[in-house]
């Protein structure tokens, strides 16, 4: 038997995380340069964290309100980009992984569909629109 948690249960949960921690600054996104597939047991150490000139971790603290789309409950922030202001240390960047900073805990990762991506020369840009859904198994 599938779970099935309805609409206003997708809703409500996604509030829940949306209002006490995802606006409260503490949820960084971070570039990753190592060729590495996010994978379910994965912890921070996974991770390569990206090193090229003017790179930083960021906070994505403007979460809008949740809402449902095609029956899935989801909320975004604001777009996060991330910039490349020289070309002594230049990256191959394969994609970003969250953290929770509170905590330490990775809490998500995604691969670029277009890994790698190169950042080696001013003004190279890479920009994630963070979003987060929840739905039910059926």
């Not at 960084?28 to 971790?57: C, M, Q, V, W």
């Not at 403007?62 to 202001?85: D, E, I, M, N, R």
Request: proline share 4%; glycine share 8%; hydrophobic share 40%.
């Amino acid at each position: 038997m599938a779970l099935k948690v309805v609409d206003s249960g997708e809703l409500g949960m996604l509030e829940i995380l949306r209002s006490a921690k995802l606006n409260d600054g503490n949820i960084r996104f971070r570039l990753f340069k190592n060729d590495h597939t996010p994978a379910n047991a994965d912890d921070i150490s996974d991770y390569t964290e990206a090193d090229y000139d003017g790179y930083a971790e960021q906070a994505a603290s403007a979460w809008v309100l949740s809402t449902l789309v095609g029956g899935k409950a989801f909320t975004q922030s604001t777009a996060l980009v991330f910039l490349c202001t020289g070309s002594v240390t230049p990256n191959d960047i394969y994609g970003y992984y969250v953290v929770d900073m509170s905590s330490g805990d990775l809490w998500w990762a995604e691969r670029f569909a277009s890994a790698p991506i190169v950042m080696d020369s001013p003004g190279d840009t890479i920009s994630i629109t963070p979003t987060l859904s929840a739905a039910s198994e059926s």
